[in-house]
Nanobody, 125 residues
Framework: QVQLVESGGGLVQAGESLRLSCAAS????????MGWFRQAPGKEREGISC????????NYVDSVKGRFTISRDNAKKTVYLQMNSLKPEDTGVYYC??????????????????WGQGSQVTVSS
């Protein structure tokens, strides 16, 4: 059983930064790619970023490229999402995801077995 515990969300003004953390606890029997997803009211859950196990390959949705950075520290069993230059349209609930059988980046929520509890990120104008 793997649990993903998120932290770092909050309320910020446009242009500010936040860093989300996602720490795995319990069994680590299936550690491969990890991802961050976002869901805004009235919208589909979308993949924001993903990273392979070794950290050598990452991917980002176009709307966050150049502003967000995904990273991981496997010794700490933690994945991070550094979010800079936040915009109001970044507002939503952010979920980290793990447990995919794929080693490479995947951004489909259907391919992950474990999910963080969700972190609310609200960006005001």
């Amino acid at each position: 059983q793997v649990q993903l515990v998120e932290s770092g969300g909050g309320l910020v003004q446009a242009g500010e930064s936040l860093r989300l953390s996602c720490a795995a606890s319990g069994s680590s029997s299936s550690i491969n790619a990890m991802g961050w997803f976002r869901q805004a009211p009235g919208k589909e859950r979308e993949g924001i970023s993903c990273i392979n196990y070794g950290g050598s390959s990452t991917n980002y949705v176009d709307s966050v490229k150049g502003r967000f950075t995904i990273s991981r520290d496997n010794a700490k069993k933690t994945v991070y999402l550094q979010m800079n230059s936040l915009k109001p349209e970044d507002t939503g609930v952010y979920y980290c995801a793990g447990g995919t059988p794929y080693r490479t980046c995947v951004l489909s929520h259907l391919l992950y077995d474990y999910w963080g509890q969700g972190s609310q990120v609200t960006v005001s104008s």
